[in-house]
Nanobody, 124 residues
Framework: QVQLVESGGGSLQAGGSLRLSCAAS????????MGWFRQTPGKAREGVAAIDTAGYTTYADSVKGRFTISRDKSKNTLYLQVNSLKPEDTAMYYC??????????????????WGLGTQVTVSS
């Protein structure tokens, strides 16, 4: 059974940095995509960044140049380095995975498996 557990969220001031982590387990394929999404109350969940097993990445325009997605295969862990944080980055951040797939996407329909999220709060 696929399990995704996020960590690393917190409260900080604008301009700060965090590294979010997502510990993954239960994958039955060596071909998969993983992504980071975020959501604020009353708004739709939006894709932030995604990566596939070849290392190809894609980012939302709003985070390009500030966020970096990466993974450590040996630790089965996905990361999101978030720099130059803005108050509008405040959200619950979720990790997601889809097996047997290449070409990472940023749509929620692209993913079957989801973590419970980690909160990031940025104050001005």
């Amino acid at each position: 059974q696929v399990q995704l557990v996020e960590s690393g969220g917190g409260s900080l001031q604008a301009g700060g940095s965090l590294r979010l982590s997502c510990a993954a387990s239960g994958f039955t394929s060596t071909r998969y995509i993983m992504g980071w999404f975020r959501q604020t109350p009353g708004k739709a969940r939006e894709g932030v960044a995604a990566i596939d097993t070849a290392g190809y990445t894609t980012y939302a325009d709003s985070v390009k140049g500030r966020f970096t997605i990466s993974r450590d295969k040996s630790k089965n862990t996905l990361y999101l380095q978030v720099n130059s944080l803005k108050p509008e980055d405040t959200a619950m951040y979720y990790c997601a995975a889809e097996l047997y797939r290449c070409s990472p996407g940023l749509g929620t329909d692209d993913y079957t498996y989801w973590g419970l999220g980690t909160q990031v709060t940025v104050s001005s």
